[in-house]
């Protein structure tokens, strides 16, 4: 996902972000500072070239899923909306770029897809259906059961047992959050 999120959008609401806020002018100027540090420092070297992004995120820093966050949660705010509202979905669930959606039988995934991909050209959505009323989400498999839903531990087969540290950069909800989330809604 880091690759895809572009620089110049983020920049613009990482700034609406900072004017909204009520934050001092010597603040405001370091959190830019900070923001044009990252994004203007963007290589990585590949069979011994340097490349240089100067369009999206780069990789391998540990503040670029801060900036990745940022992007999503304010394109997820700006457009879900509408979007659940047109499409009827019931409940909708994200957690950091992975999406569930319980919808009504009148929904049409292939249309929902389609909009999904419409809200930003940088970001690709791909959809993954139920299977014999069963879909895997993280590690949770969710079954539908008549008017119910029933849910079990579910392992890819890559799965590691690793979980992320609590010391890590990751937003907290991205540790905690998801399946808490999920499990206290039903």
């Not at 997820?76 to 919808?103: G, P, Q, R």
């Not at 119910?148 to 540290?165: E, G, H, L, S």
């Not at 937003?171 to 399946?179: E, R, S, V």
């Amino acid at each position: 996902m880091f690759l895809n999120i572009p620089i110049t959008e983020t920049r613009n609401i990482f700034n609406n972000i900072r004017n909204f806020n009520l934050l001092d002018s010597n603040t405001r100027q370091e959190l830019l500072t900070w923001y044009e540090t990252l994004t203007k420092q963007n290589y990585f070297t590949s069979k011994g070239n340097r490349i240089i992004q100067k369009d999206v995120v780069g990789t391998g820093v540990p503040s670029t899923g801060i900036l990745s966050e940022i992007f999503m949660q304010y394109t997820e705010t700006s457009h879900i909306a509408h979007l659940t509202k047109k499409h009827m979905i019931i409940n909708y669930f994200c957690y950091v770029d992975d999406i569930l959606i319980f919808d009504s039988a009148h929904t049409n995934i292939q249309s929902i897809l389609t909009d999904f991909n419409s809200i930003q050209p940088n970001l690709h959505f791909t959809a993954e259906t139920e299977q014999n009323n069963a879909v895997n989400y993280f590690d949770i498999s969710i079954h539908k059961i008549e008017y119910n839903i029933q849910t079990a531990v579910y392992r890819k087969p890559t799965f590691t047992d690793t979980i992320i540290p609590y010391s890590s950069n990751h937003p907290i909800q991205h540790k905690y959050g998801a399946i808490y989330n999920i499990l206290c809604t039903y």
